[in-house]
Each structure stands twice: as structure tokens, then as C-alpha cells.
């Protein structure tokens, strides 16, 4: 048998398909370093985007039985199993950014005033937020909570940079409908 590094990714993937650790590596080597720079550009961040790589590959093991030639070169595949993970982990962060602040521990010590009015002022602005549609809502998150610029945002999403400008705007607009305030 030949050595690992001079099969095809076809041959590698079939060895994988029988649990070949070691042709999984080899894939690896093959791809890891590609896989890694399209997550990091999805992710925007070194730790997850191992973490979307990791799981891409544990994912290969896994599937490689199912991987079908006819329907894209090995390389595609891995990339797909990659983007796919790369997307779940950015949603998955989106939701625990967006996660409800009434969670938040509050700081010990007597009320005053002031916090009772802070965490009312956190409700009105969280039920303005379920007031929007969600590509409203979630281009505002990203934005404001995550921290992105429109571009950023629009990379995030995948939608034209004139399309998460419109969304903002009128979700600002509805915000500021709905807090009765000049947001």
C-alpha cells in the first residue's frame, strides 16, 4: 500500500469511511490550514474558529461513509462540513450574546433607585427589540451588541451592505417608534 501522502483525497476519504485515524490526519494536513483561514473569516476569532475546524473534522469521521464523488470533489465537501460549522458557531454566539440581560447577576447591596431604573429602562428596550423583525433585530445585535460595522455585518450575513443599511434604518425607526424616545 502506498503511502499516505500520495493517495487521492477519494482514497484518503474511503480509508476514513473504514475509521483510518491516520488518513484522517493526512486529510488534515491536506486541508487544515485552508479550513482554519475560511473559519477565522467567518468567525472573526482565532479560539472559535479552531473550535468550527474541530468539529468540521470530527464531523468527516463521522460522515465520510455517506460522501458521494458524484456530487463535488473531497476538498468541497470538507470546506462545506467547515462553513457549515464555522455559521452554527456564529449563530450559536449570537444567541448567547443576545441571551436575556435579565439573566445578568445584578450587583449586591440595596436597590436604589437608580438600578430599579436601569432594569426598566433593559426591559423597554428588550420589548422594543421583540417588536422587530428578526433580520431588523439581528442586524441591530450584531451592530450594537457585537459590536460590528455595517460591513462587518453584512460579510456576518451574507446580505448586500444596502440591504443591513435599510434593515438598521428601519429598525432604528421602529425602536424609536416604540420607545417614544430619539434613539
Not at 25 to 41: F, I, M, S
Not at 91 to 104: F, G, I, K, Y
Request: proline content about 5%; glycine content about 4%.
Amino acid at each position: 500500500m502506498p503511502p499516505l501522502a500520495q493517495l487521492s483525497d477519494e482514497a484518503l476519504l474511503a480509508l476514513v469511511a473504514r475509521s483510518d485515524d491516520e488518513a484522517l490526519a493526512e486529510l488534515y494536513d491536506r486541508y487544515g490550514r485552508a479550513a482554519y483561514a475560511l473559519a477565522l473569516r467567518i468567525v472573526r476569532d482565532a479560539a472559535l474558529a479552531q473550535d468550527a475546524v474541530q468539529d468540521a473534522f470530527l464531523a468527516a469521521w463521522r460522515t465520510a461513509p455517506s460522501y458521494d464523488p458524484r456530487r463535488g470533489a473531497p476538498s468541497t465537501w470538507l470546506m462545506t462540513l467547515v462553513h457549515r460549522r464555522a455559521v452554527d458557531v456564529v449563530r450559536r454566539e449570537d444567541r448567547r450574546r443576545a441571551a436575556p440581560l435579565d439573566d445578568a447577576p445584578v450587583a449586591s447591596g440595596d436597590a436604589t433607585d437608580e438600578t430599579v431604573e436601569v432594569r426598566e429602562q433593559r426591559r423597554r428596550v428588550q420589548d422594543a427589540l421583540a417588536l422587530l423583525t428578526l433580520p431588523e433585530r439581528e442586524a441591530l445585535e450584531l451592530a450594537y451588541y457585537g459590536g460590528l460595522s455595517q460591513s462587518e455585518v453584512a460579510e456576518r450575513l451574507g446580505v448586500p451592505l444596502g440591504t443591513v443599511k435599510s434593515r438598521m434604518f428601519s429598525g432604528l425607526a421602529r425602536l424609536r417608534e416604540a420607545l417614544g424616545t430619539s434613539v
